[in-house]
């Protein structure tokens, strides 16, 4: 059966995750800010009596820019029991993966190559698989 | 022992539910030998525990099982139908003693020899054929106990955990539409969840006996390689505690055991020239204290070299030779808890080079808990270890800097006060910053400053958290606005959010927001505070008291949660005594402390069930302690006080800030506790009684002081102000002194009718009363 993929809008581009590495999608509403944190950790969210760690994407991606405070779609995942909501820039659907994942080519630039593990082909697409947990780890295992 | 039993019936029948499909199958090809060696591991494990109890009839059986067929895995004999018709007619015997081991029963039947013979080589083939029915399953009573994996527990837990925090939503926003039916109605559900999470708190606790089980070998172990002779003392070992918090504290407490044993009791020939018994003793206690677990380590060894321990320190570089100088006794064996100094005189391989103590620190504190020592030279040591009972619960303040509420754990928490409330002074010295509390020096750290926010832009307005996180550093932590006392779950935090070195774990607090929990003593060290700057920490002369204020005052919360003022000055001091020490003795409780015994107030009638903290209060010649909830603040007595309208241990009512306060009346308190204060004494009714009767003075005194008189002799001084007179019927004639009644009583019940016999009480009591209660109450402050 062909990977299932949940496609989400990040730095203006269209990304896959995996869909087996998502838990469901959430909305945050108000976040609850981490003081002494690493730049791209926003926040953290209840979601009914679980605390969220709220990880902000394009951070992750560029620890230079952030996501607008409005932003609101986000994708939940848990790793290693801790559960993350990985906020983007719009959540978009889910699709079958209409190929097998390719290794990244080396031209990404650093950030991508860093969130980006593999690219796959969905609807006709190119598009790059990012991994949940290197979003999570943002940019700070580089920086250590 | 019961535990140990149940558990060795139920892995007993673990075992053998996993071992009949083998036993089918071992039956089907004799030869096979996985199988065999499945069956002989059975019996083996079988004989091997119930060595461990006294049960001969299992131990004969498994025995001869297991010789059987150790001599087919030998080779020696062959696995022929009749050996396995024997061995399967014994295992069901065993199952069947199990059974009936757990139910208490007995079995029809008695004799296993049977049994037995048919296992040995040269029984003959029919000798048990009738004995070898099955044994019927269906016989098997349904167990009383089940054993579940420890996840189906924890997630069980979570879930608990997960509704208590539902339940706060929900009866927030239950409580916000007023509906007293639907509050009603949900107030059941709230305790039945309370009780719930009692419950699966309950399941996770084990005995502490668990953790008891190894000392013995241990012990035993550690004597062989050091040639001390220790003996062992267990007790307590029926304290349940988290299983969690069990795990966490394994380490430490081997660690203490272990230097207790290699560096703290001396070895037999030292004991012999100290005049002590050549074998050294070691007890570990378990109790429990409230929501806490004491586990104190004693020995009777030589106790901490406390200048040697001090120059190593000096030398190691952990104090300065001149702080050194001023530590006191108990700062000096405080340093067993550095990193790197060790007093042993030679580096054993058992404990090393100072390893241990300040990992066992550093250990106990991450749970939340308490390590303190107490040394005597020649005597030994005691270690006290506290622990909280369960790491997913517990007790918090919120507290709010930078418009963002945190968690900080109570256990941390010494003391709360505020900057405007006179008693402190925060200075600056060379950058860093200093806040005196009733002549305290404490080294101050502004929460919004550790979270990189500004300033807050009137200091004073902030209150101080005053933060004892290692046990002996206390320091003082800024923050703007103390919010309240809540129980908290604690949740994890991700690794993201503890690699900032601020937090402990996350939280959702009553309003469904997420709260960080703070790490005091990660806050201290991303500060800079390092533990040598102890020194910072230095006895001042007292701060001047701040001027054209009240008289300090503490703002205490009682049982009923209500708040309550009393003036600083009348408290001795502040303490925790577990219930026990309360007593309901002459229909008022009393408080037993140390070798004192006070009057509780405060408390209401009630014998409390838990551990309760006590005001001393103090008037300068007696005691009496009030039980009260919690502290609130420090903070000068405002003015303007309403009276109250009626007498009572409330004297008015005062505003703090925009809340109302009751002023303790201290002199109501200490005047119904008989306190002899003066003015108290002056305003009581004088009343005179015969010098020298057995009788009057001991059994109609006391009877006459109750009724709020003061009694003299009659003809001593004082007595001519007396406003009663008592005198028996049989003294000659008795002048009182002008204005004052007379009161003659008598030893017989018949007599004179101008005399009231002496143990008619109503009758006594009504004549004291016939002109005293009005006097009195016009008297009262």
Same mark, same amino acid.
């Given at each position: ?24 999608? $959430?909305e945050?509403?108000s ?94 697409d ?14 700070? !295992?580089?920086?250590? | 022992?019961?535990?140990?039993? /149940? ?14 499909g ?26 091997? /525990? ?122 927030? !926003? ?12 949900f107030?059941?559900v ?44 267990? #007790? ?25 044993? #290699? ?52 030398a ?5 030779a001149?702080?050194?100088? !001023? ?7 405080a ?6 100094l ?10 090393? !080079? ?25 005597q ?15 007790p ?32 600056t ?59 908290? $779950? ?86 925790d ?27 209401g ?19 009496i ?24 241990? $409330? ?6 800030g ?22 108290a ?11 020298? #009767? ?15 008189y003061?009694?003299v002799?009659?003809?001593a001084?004082?007595?001519e ?23 003659r ?37």
């Amino acid at each position: 059966m062909a990977e299932l993929l949940l496609i989400v809008r990040l730095a203006g581009e269209r990304v896959a995750l995996p869909a087996a590495d998502v838990e469901s999608v $959430v909305e945050i509403e108000s976040l609850t800010p981490v003081p002494g944190a690493a730049g791209h950790v926003a926040g953290l969210a209840a979601l009914r009596s679980r605390v969220l760690t709220v990880i902000d994407c394009l951070a992750s991606l560029d620890p230079s820019r952030r996501l607008p405070a409005d932003a609101a779609e986000a994708v939940m995942a848990v790793v290693d029991g801790h559960p993350y909501a990985l906020l983007v820039e719009a959540v978009e659907d889910v699709v079958e993966a209409t190929g097998e994942r390719q290794p990244a080519a080396a031209s990404l630039s650093a950030g991508w190559r860093r969130i980006g593990r593999a690219t796959i082909e969905a609807e006709g697409d190119l598009l790059l698989l990012a991994d949940v947990e290197a979003l999570i780890a943002g940019p700070v !295992r580089e920086a250590a | 022992m019961d535990e140990l039993i /149940n558990e060795f019936i139920a892995e007993t029948r673990e075992m053998l539910e996993a071992l009949s499909g083998e036993i089918v199958a071992w039956e089907a090809v004799p030869d096979d030998r996985a199988r065999l060696d499945e069956i002989f591991r059975f019996v083996h494990t079988v004989k091997g /525990n119930s060595g461990f109890f006294d049960l001969p009839r299992i131990r004969a059986l498994s025995h001869a099982a297991e010789d059987a067929l150790s001599a087919v895995r030998s080779g020696t004999r062959s696995a022929d139908a009749r050996l396995v018709s024997a061995v399967l007619a014994v295992i069901d015997r065993l199952a069947e003693l199990v059974e009936a081991l757990e139910t208490g029963e007995t079995l029809a039947s008695e004799d296993d020899s049977a049994l037995i013979d048919a296992l040995s080589d040269a029984a003959p083939a029919a000798a048990f054929e009738t004995e070898a029915a099955p044994a019927n399953p269906a016989a098997r009573t349904s167990s009383r106990t089940i054993r579940l994996p420890v996840e189906l527990l924890d997630r069980m837990m979570s879930g608990v955990s997960d509704l208590v925090l539902a339940r706060n939503e929900l009866a927030r !926003r239950i409580r916000a539409t007023g509906d007293a039916e639907m509050i009603a109605a949900f107030d059941r559900v709230s305790v039945t969840v309370a009780d719930l999470r009692d419950g699966i708190t309950r399941t996770r606790m084990q005995r502490i006996d668990h953790l008891f089980a190894p000392l013995p070998r241990m012990v035993r172990d550690i004597c062989g390689q050091t040639g001390k002779l220790v003996g062992l003392e267990i #007790d307590g070992g029926d304290v349940e505690i988290d299983r969690e918090m069990l795990e966490m504290i394994r380490d430490p407490l081997t660690h203490i055991i272990r230097n207790a044993i #290699d560096h703290g009791i001396e070895s037999p020939s030292a004991r012999r020239r100290a005049g002590k018994k050549e074998t050294g003793c070691l007890r570990v206690c378990a109790r429990q204290a409230g929501n806490q677990i004491l586990l104190e380590i004693s020995d009777d060894g030589a106790g901490i070299d406390g200048d040697k321990l001090v120059n190593r320190a000096i030398a190691a570089g952990v104090v300065t030779a001149e702080r050194a100088e !001023r530590l006191n006794e108990a700062e000096r064996h405080a340093l067993v808890f550095e990193a790197g100094l060790s007093t042993a005189a030679a580096v054993t391989d058992l404990s090393g !080079r100072g390893v241990g103590m300040d990992v066992v620190r550093a250990n106990v504190e991450r749970i939340g808990g308490l390590v303190e020592i107490e040394s005597r030279a020649g005597q030994g040591v005691v270690l006290t270890l506290r622990v909280p009972l369960t790491l997913t619960i517990i007790p918090a303040l919120t507290v709010a800097a930078g418009g963002q509420v945190y968690a900080i754990p109570r256990s941390a928490i010494e003391e709360i006060v505020r900057v405007k409330g006179g008693s402190v002074r925060v200075e600056t010295v060379g950058g860093a910053a200093f806040a005196t509390v009733r002549g305290r020096r404490l080294p101050l750290i502004y929460l919004r400053a550790s979270l990189g926010r500004e300033p807050h832009p009137d200091p004073a307005a902030q209150s101080l958290v005053l933060l004892r996180p290692a046990g002996a550093d206390l320091y003082a932590l800024a923050v703007d606005d103390i919010h309240d006392h809540e129980e908290l $779950v604690v949740k994890p935090a991700a690794p993201a959010v503890i690699a900032a070195g601020l937090y402990a774990g996350t939280t959702i607090a009553d309003d469904g927001k997420p709260v960080l929990l703070l790490d005091p003593p990660g806050i201290a060290a991303r500060a800079g505070l390092t533990l040598h700057r102890r020194g910072a920490e230095a006895e001042v002369a007292a701060a001047p008291p701040a001027a054209a204020q009240g008289p300090a005052a503490l703002l205490f919360r009682t049982f009923e949660g209500r708040k309550r003022l009393v003036p600083v000055a009348a408290v001795r001091r502040i303490e925790d005594v577990r219930p026990e020490a309360v007593q309901l003795s002459a229909g008022r409780l009393h408080v037993a402390l140390g070798e004192t015994l006070l009057p509780l107030e405060g408390c209401g009638r009630a014998v409390p069930d838990r551990p309760i903290r006590l005001l001393r209060l103090n008037d300068g010649r007696s005691e009496i302690a009030y039980g009260f909830a919690d502290v609130v603040d420090i903070l000068p007595l405002p003015a303007g006080l309403v009276p109250a309208t009626e007498p009572g241990e $409330v004297r008015g009512v005062v505003l703090v800030g925009d809340e109302q306060a009751e002023l303790l009346d201290l002199h109501w308190l200490f005047e119904r506790h008989g306190g002899r204060a003066s003015t108290a004494e002056a305003a009581k009714p004088v009343c005179a009684i015969p010098a020298g #009767d057995p009788f009057m003075d001991g059994i109609l005194r006391p009877l006459v002081e109750s009724a709020g008189y003061s009694v003299v002799a009659s003809g001593a001084p004082g007595s001519e102000s007396a406003s009663i007179v008592i005198a028996s019927d049989e003294a000659g004639e008795v002048e009182p002194p002008e204005g004052a009644r007379l009161v003659r009583i008598r030893a017989e019940a018949e007599g004179r009718s101008d005399s009231i016999h002496r143990y008619d009480r109503e009758a006594l009591l009504a004549a004291l009363a016939g002109e005293s209660p009005p006097k009195r109450r016009r008297h009262r402050g």
